[in-house]
């Protein structure tokens, strides 16, 4: 019969978890975060080798920073939500646009066409929504479209939305990869025939 036992009954966390087994034995329980194992990837050609070579580097540069503008969508959202009038939003959120441009705007002004398509999409993954609709709700409907006019002036749209099992699904794995730490390993593995 196995019990499970904690050291202290307020607060669980992964060492505070146990099993005893009948003999009296207590054995350590540990949630593990999932490992997914990906096949080498297979090549027509060398120009398909290099074209995922650069989607590589471009989803290393822009994820990054897809997850510090989810992060910084998610806080001033929530801490929009604590100021009592919308004269006090408006003002934070002015504040707020003012630290992202000065923050951010140097960097993204380097990044190529491709590697902001894949922020675009990369933030939708993170967020769970578009650029478009984070704009529109944070901005408004206006400047929304204005900022999505001026993205599809260089091939882009911010409305672009993330399909991990359709079309981006090679942008997921990339992502997966570099999230559970293996990246380096199926790099290695997929150009150099390192096993």
């Not at 966390?13 to 009948?22: H, K, L, N, V």
């Not at 993330?162 to 997921?172: F, Q």
Request: charged residues 30%; hydrophobic residues 35%; positive net charge.
């Amino acid at each position: 019969m196995a019990v499970v036992a904690n050291s202290q009954t307020e607060r669980k966390t992964y060492w505070d978890m146990a099993i005893i087994s009948e003999t009296g034995d207590t054995i350590a329980m540990f949630n593990l975060n999932p490992v997914y194992v990906f096949a080498p990837m297979k090549f027509k050609d060398e120009k398909q080798r290099q074209a995922y070579s650069k989607l590589v580097r471009d989803v290393r540069i822009t994820y990054p920073y897809a997850r510090k503008i989810a992060e910084a969508v998610i806080e001033t959202y929530e801490y929009m939500q604590t100021l009592p009038t919308d004269k006090e939003r408006q003002k934070y959120l002015e504040d707020v646009q003012k630290f992202m441009t000065s923050e951010y705007k140097p960097k993204l002004k380097k990044m190529t066409k491709a590697q902001g398509k894949i922020l675009i999409k990369l933030v939708d993954r993170e967020c769970n929504t578009s650029s478009y609709n984070i704009v529109k709700a944070l901005l408004g409907s206006f400047k929304a479209g204005v900022y999505n006019a001026f993205a599809g002036l260089f091939g882009n749209s911010l409305k672009a939305e993330y399909e991990p099992d359709g079309r981006d699904a090679e942008i997921e794995n990339i992502v997966v990869q570099i999230k559970q730490g293996t990246i380096d390993y199926y790099y290695a593995r997929n150009y150099h025939g390192w096993k």
